[in-house]
């Protein structure tokens, strides 16, 4: 009896050792690029390049593609969604500000950036596996597929704007807003001391 126990330990132990020593790496690693989004986002660039090569390169897998752009998509909506709805919220009275004389409240995401990176990248990557199984390759006629989802991409896009002009708020910023010092009365006069 003692040999059963002993043996299943022993084996489960290495490969749970090194699934642990892998998910370590694989996190410090990733906690490592969160303050440098522009080198994340060109990874992404690149995997989704080679995903796009693949499956030029072997003419199929368009369901596989036209799964990617579904999740991109809602991945998308949820980037540019507040975390909490103003329509859900204009009930209890905690919404966004719509008035200047409201207080102010920033805009927070219900996807932030790191996560909608991260999911992004993940899918291209599951994607690009997939491509190497001819399960996956369902023959279809890819130009409905593409019609498809730019008529699903164009509605969505507008209810989503639709949302944002109804509430008064914008998901995106251009840079840190910088304000600039009081000027003096006299150099914003034109006069100056001689």
């Known amino acids: 009896m003692e040999g059963v126990g002993g043996n299943g330990d022993s084996q489960v132990t290495p490969l749970a050792k090194w699934r642990n020593d892998f998910s370590r790496a694989f996190q410090y690693y990733l906690d490592r690029s969160t303050p440098h989004p522009v080198q994340r986002w060109l990874g992404t660039l690149v995997a ?3 995903y796009v090569l693949r499956v030029y390169y072997v ?3 368009y369901i596989v593609s036209y799964g990617l752009g579904i999740y991109i998509l809602n991945l998308l909506i949820g980037f540019m969604s507040p975390k909490i709805d103003p329509e859900m919220e204009a009930l209890d009275g905690a919404s ?5 004389s409201d207080e102010f409240r920033p805009f927070i995401r219900r996807l932030p950036e790191f996560k909608f990176w991260y999911a992004i ?6 994607a690009f ?5 001819s399960l996956f390759d369902v023959p279809v006629f890819w130009p409905i597929l593409l019609c498809y989802w730019f008529v699903l991409f164009v509605l969505t896009m507008k209810r ?9 708020y914008v998901p995106f910023n251009i840079g840190k807003q910088r304000y600039n010092g009081k000027k003096s009365a006299a150099s914003s006069s034109g006069l100056s001391r001689d």
Do not use: D
């Not at 966004?96 to 200047?100: A, E, S, V």
């Not at 596996?129 to 199984?133: A, H, P, S």
């Open 48 to 50: 989704a390049t080679i």
């Open 59 to 61: 003419q199929g897998f």
């Open 96 to 100: 966004l500000p719509t008035k200047g």
């Open 121 to 126: 990248t993940k899918a291209f990557c599951v």
């Open 129 to 133: 596996v997939m491509t190497f199984f």
């Open 160 to 168: 989503q704007i639709v949302h944002m002009i109804k509430y008064k």
